[in-house]
């Protein structure tokens, strides 16, 4: 596996190569990571280039966040993107991906709106930024993203048709510890206390779900599941059934459950399919 540190050293590394999958990531990889790795790889096979970035991307970390002490663990991330066949890995420096005098930034309206737009103000127009530089960058054909951060899902999804960059969004489904949880790499910050109540996040989010395909109103499926979950010592920021792409909370199934929460001092995101 090749590591680029500067775009000199990218483009060489991409140089008469074939077509390029890239999984972008801001390291601490888990096995979420690797399942999109996995999926990235068959995207384009072995004739193609599987490329991971690794990026803690300081735009998308509003004043008062976690970027300081966001997880950074480079050789034990090497050593799994090596283990998983990949065969560059893109490790920019802050000032290669940001150069002095920098003017330039990405706005997209309508799904950044609201959540974690509200929760976050300026996250989706760093992750919108940093991701078009990674696709342009690396001149991918597909990238693959994780449905747990839904939300972003649907912004990079939205930045790509309207700039029409050519790079196909590849979802990959959330993979859930045993007990339910979605993996992140956020999770380790949980104290084993705080971990062993995880899980009642998805947890209270299936059972509204279930409770909705039963004939409850989603207005009262949901105001049990805050209530429970207030009761297990989380606080919500939010709790909604929004229409997928748009993200525009609907009243009624079909639509996608979204959740963020804090526990033990964790922000902890999800979300799951509801269907009538």
Same mark, same amino acid.
Not at 41 to 46: A, F, H, K, S, T
Not at 141 to 151: H, I, M, T
Not at 172 to 178: D, F, G, K, N
């Given at each position: 596996?090749?590591?680029?540190?500067?775009?000199?050293?990218?483009?060489?590394?991409?140089? =008469?190569?074939?077509?390029?999958?890239?999984?972008?990531?801001?390291? /601490?990889?888990? /096995?979420?990571?690797?399942?999109?790795?996995?999926?990235?790889?068959?995207?384009?096979?072995?004739?193609?280039?599987?490329?991971?970035? &690794?990026?803690?991307?300081?735009?998308? #970390? =509003?004043?008062?966040? *976690? #970027?300081?002490? !966001?997880?950074?663990?480079?050789?034990?991330?090497?050593?799994?993107?090596?283990?998983?066949?990949?065969?560059?890995?893109?490790?920019?420096?802050?000032?290669?991906? !940001?150069? $002095?005098?920098?003017?330039?930034?990405?706005?997209?309206?309508?799904?950044?709106?609201? +959540?974690? %737009?509200?929760?976050?103000?300026?996250? #989706?127009?760093?992750?919108?930024?940093?991701?078009?530089?990674?696709?342009?960058?690396? %001149?991918?054909?597909?990238?693959?993203?994780?449905?747990?951060? +839904?939300?972003?899902?649907?912004? &990079?999804?939205?930045?790509?048709?309207?700039?029409?960059?050519?790079?196909? &969004?590849?979802?990959?489904?959330?993979?859930?510890?045993?007990?339910?949880? /979605?993996?992140?790499? @956020?999770? @380790?910050?949980?104290?084993?206390?705080?971990?062993?109540?995880? /899980?009642?996040?998805?947890?209270?989010?299936?059972?509204?779900?279930?409770?909705?395909?039963? =004939?409850?109103? $989603?207005?009262?499926?949901?105001?049990?599941?805050?209530? %429970?979950?207030?009761?297990?010592?989380?606080?919500?920021? !939010?709790?909604?059934?929004?229409?997928?792409?748009?993200?525009?909370?609907? %009243?009624?199934?079909?639509?996608?459950?979204?959740?963020?929460?804090?526990?033990?001092?964790?922000?902890?995101? *999800?979300?799951?399919?509801?269907?009538?």
């Amino acid at each position: 596996m090749r590591i680029a540190r500067d775009l000199p050293d990218l483009r060489e590394a991409l140089a =008469g190569r074939g077509p390029v999958a890239l999984v972008p990531t801001m390291g /601490a990889l888990h /096995a979420g990571h690797l399942s999109l790795l996995a999926a990235a790889r068959q995207e384009v096979g072995e004739a193609g280039i599987l490329v991971a970035s &690794i990026f803690v991307n300081p735009l998308q #970390f =509003g004043p008062g966040e *976690d #970027f300081a002490r !966001y997880p950074r663990q480079e050789e034990a991330d090497l050593a799994m993107l090596r283990e998983a066949g990949c065969d560059l890995a893109w490790l920019p420096s802050v000032e290669a991906m !940001y150069p $002095p005098g920098r003017a330039t930034t990405i706005l997209v309206e309508g799904p950044s709106e609201g +959540w974690e %737009g509200a929760a976050r103000p300026g996250h #989706f127009r760093g992750v919108a930024t940093v991701c078009a530089k990674l696709f342009l960058q690396t %001149g991918a054909q597909v990238a693959a993203f994780g449905e747990k951060d +839904w939300q972003q899902l649907q912004v &990079i999804r939205r930045m790509v048709r309207d700039l029409d960059l050519p790079v196909r &969004i590849l979802p990959c489904s959330t993979l859930r510890e045993a007990d339910g949880l /979605a993996m992140s790499s @956020r999770n @380790r910050y949980l104290d084993p206390e705080a971990r062993a109540r995880a /899980a009642a996040l998805p947890g209270a989010m299936l059972a509204a779900i279930e409770a909705m395909a039963r =004939g409850t109103s $989603p207005a009262a499926a949901l105001a049990t599941a805050r209530a %429970g979950l207030t009761a297990a010592g989380f606080a919500l920021d !939010y709790l909604a059934l929004v229409e997928p792409e748009s993200l525009r909370e609907v %009243g009624a199934p079909p639509g996608r459950l979204i959740a963020a929460a804090r526990l033990g001092g964790v922000r902890l995101l *999800d979300n799951m399919p509801a269907w009538a």
